[in-house]
């Protein structure tokens, strides 16, 4: 209808409502036609001419089913249709009030149609069962009306809510939206499928927070529908009547220009049972609104409707009614046009109710005149239940789809009596901007056009005419979800370090090499070259893990390979590192500290070694085995604590992310393995703290490797803080792990072999073992040895001599070569005037004691008298009284694993008379 006639259509439709309230029943007869003589049945119709819905609109579709059944021959042909009309104004407390009195007054009424709006129609159900009327339904979809338990006597040719809180679930899922905000206003028929609603798209993987859902109340002003609105939010589905509806646009469209909640930023769900035109009726009623229809357009545009109207497929074939759907739909329309009324979506809900009713009326009758009944003998009290029991039983009927067809399609009640075949319809509001793939462009003015149904199956389909593009010509709208942007690291970050990482690579190689090349050196070959090379691999898997940490990757699979190859990198160079490293000290720990012959001739070698570092290696590679099994260590989506959110040129919000591993138990596992490590930096500092008073360079590393667990344990402190507080910090969390590691790693090689490249340029052929200071301060006995003392020497190699013919008497012992081989071992090599002591006090006790370990513990290169070799080094005083040296052994090439050092005499002895025998 042409906005200019509205006006008047608005007061012809007063006058006919005012026309149909004063009539007691109306009916078709035409003034021509001969008297009928028919029994009259009468049906209370009641629907709402205001309100918050206006149903009126459907009287016109119940006028022509009842002129059609009443000129019928095929259905009720004794008897006469005739109905009485009620206004509920869509309220319950009006509605059960109307009810109350056409069922008081006149006639009874053998049926009731209505009440025009769910609200309403759910008053006047929970009453109408009490006067066994069976109650039937044509624009009532709230889901709380499904209850037969309440309500024993209802049925309706409407679909309920239920399938329309699916449909808005398929088409949230078709465009791929994530959250939705749901205005609903206080009314059962909407609050109880929203609630739905919500269940299903929390099921669905839909986002919906504590406050997806808001109530809207019926008496909420406009100023308060500011206040539903969620910032983040762009999708909205309005669930409640077109009144409210209103408000919530003009609260809308108020907001512009500082926030255009229109399409493309926005875009808005309503229901697809409003009034034609809904926008502009009645605006003059509603002093709430004060928006033009300028206003609303642009917020409409583009906006969805989702209409619950089971249709028949095609619209030309054939139906139970007198009319296809085609013609009813014209027919309809020109009742529309000559009464005065609006139009109405449910319209031809009415017209096939009004035929069911009819349907199972003509049906019951068999059955009633079996029992002696008719219909006309219905009175509410005695034969009521009967009658309305048999007419509901040919409801009941209705279950297959062939049974009966109306225009809108097969009608079928479930058990519930409600109406299950349903395919809602989703609408798009439009104007003649753009065609549709047919060619065909927009209605003008703005008008709903159908673009698309949802199937049983719940799958949306659009028309011939529509698809993604004519729907959507800007784009499928934002839900307004934030953007989330994965971050990785500052590409100077990442060029520096693999700068560095690489650079310590060709470090250790440099180290690898120099292990290789001077590994027969006396200086490097008491270090055990061997194990050095575990050292060097560690080291090496050390700064291989850096690289993992900075390559930037953002893709989830990427960096969780990337987090499981530096774990292990990192735990396996470590353990092999500096477990060989806690190995070395405690082999020297063990020669060194409280000697005896059987450590002396039982020494650890280097497989030793590398079997405790490999065990120490072994157990965190069990820890991490169990990790990948139990917990799910995996890269997980975690906010960039390093950059704050931002709004892209759509101003959606933008928030940054980061990729981090992490698992359930993690905590646990970081603990475990850092208490680990640990407690093999606390080993390491006891032995190195025993150790330190080993005077030879090659072996006497406790004041490097002191050194190297400082620098260790601080790192390794600031790291165990940098996993737990900086992980959400991509740069600094990267920056503080793999510089650590560098300067770790980079520590334990410098402090290992640069001092020995330092020995080997001074000392080219790396026989100076000693320290320095110590042969300063503790002269050797030939730079002070005076005339009458060589000579005594020379009586003592006799007297060993001797000693060694007495022994051969008791066990084979090899002839001393000469006592100057024993000096050639070792250019530090001082005799005391203890040997003098030892030698006299060995010749009184000789048959009482070892005779080689009186000789003050010297092996002279042959056997002992236990018949084992006694290779190795051994200590002798000088008259300061002080240990002179360890004698090294170098006839051997295992040597590196074969040093000792005898006890040692920290007081000086006493003097031994000059008078003692040699």
Known sequence: MPLLWRPLGLVLGSLCQLL?????????????????????????????????????????AVEIAMEQINNSSDILEDYRLVYEVGDSQCDATVARREFFNRILRGEPKIALVGAGCSVATESVAEVSQFWNITHMSYA????????????????????????????????????????????????????????????GLMEAGVFVDQNGTTLFHSDAAMADAEDLFSPEIRVYFLNMYSLHARRILCAAAKAAPTDERYYPSYVWITLGWYPEQWWTQDVASDTTVNCTDADFEPLLKRTLAIQQFPTAEDPTGPT??????????????????????????????????????????????????????????????????SISSAVQQQLSSLTSESAFTGVTGPLNFNENGTRTASQPRVLQYRDGSRTNLCGESGPTPLERVRIGTVNAEGVFNYTACDDNDTTWPAGIPSDGTPDELVGSLHPALFIAYSVLTSLGILFAIFCLFFNIIFKKRKIVRLTSPNLNFAIIAGAIMLYASVYFFVIPSTNELTVTIFCQARSWLQTMGYFLCFGIILAKMWRVYYIFHNPSPKKKRNPPKDWHLLLGAVVMTLVSAIVLICVAIFDDYTAKRVA??????????????????????????????IIFLYGYIVVTQIVAVILAFRTRKVKIKALNDA????????????????????????????????????????????????????????????????????????????????????????????????????????????????????????RKLSSSLDMTTNLTYSLSTSKQGL??????????????????????????????????????????????????????????????PPAVPEETNA
């Open 640 to 669: 960039d604590k390093e950059k704050d959110s931002t709004r892209n040129a759509d101003r959606l919000l933008v928030n940054y992310f980061i990729l981090n591993c992490d698992g359930e138990n993690s905590i646990i596992w």
């Open 20 to 60: 149909l309230l004063l009539s007691p029943a109306r009916g078709h007869t035409p003034d021509d036609a001969p008297p009928d003589n028919r029994t009259e049945l009468r049906i209370l119709y009641i629907t709402s001419f205001g309100g918050e819905y206006n149903s009126s609109g459907s009287i016109p």
């Open 320 to 385: 139970n009614v007198s009319l296809t759907a085609e013609e009813f739909s014209r027919e309809y329309e020109q009742r529309l046009n000559d009464s005065g009324f609006g139009f109405e979506v449910t319209g031809a809900h009415a017209y096939d109710a009004i035929w069911a009713l009819a349907f199972a009326l003509d049906r019951a009758l068999p059955l009633l005149s079996e029992s002696n009944l008719t219909l006309e003998s219905f009175d509410y009290s005695t034969t009521a239940a």
């Open 140 to 199: 009532s979809s709230t889901s709380s009306l499904n209850s037969r338990a309440l309500f024993p006597n209802f049925w309706r040719t409407y679909p309920s809510e239920d399938n329309l809180a699916k449909a808005v679930m398929v088409l949230v899922q078709q465009y791929g939206w994530q959250q939705l905000k749901i205005i609903t206003q206080d009314e059962s028929l909407f609050t109880a499928s929203s609630e739905l609603l919500m269940s």
């Open 703 to 822: 004041k490097y490797i002191t050194m190297t667990i400082y620098f260790t344990t601080v790192i390794l402190t600031v790291m165990v803080i940098g996993a737990i507080t900086l992980q959400d910090y991509i740069n600094a969390d990267a920056g503080v792990f793999g510089g650590g590691i560098m300067v770790f790693t980079t520590a334990v090689l410098v402090l290992i072999f640069i001092p020995k490249m330092v020995v080997l340029y001074k000392d080219p052929r790396g026989e100076k073992i000693f320290d320095r200071s110590y042969s300063q301060s503790h002269p050797t006995f030939s730079e002070t040895m005076t005339d009458a003392e060589r000579e005594r020497l020379v009586e003592l190699e006799k007297h060993c001599k001797n000693l060694e013919r007495r022994l051969s008497k008791y066990e084979h012992v090899e002839p001393l070569k000469s006592f100057n081989r024993v």
């Open 847 to 908: 048959t009482a004691q070892n005779p080689m370990t009186s000789l003050g513990g010297i092996s002279l290169g042959g056997n002992s008298l236990g018949g084992t070799p006694l290779v190795g080094p051994s200590v002798v005083e000088t008259s300061l009284g002080a240990p002179s040296a360890v004698i090294v052994n170098t006839d051997s090439d295992a040597n590196s694993d074969e040093f000792r050092e005898s006890p040692k005499r920290e007081e000086t």
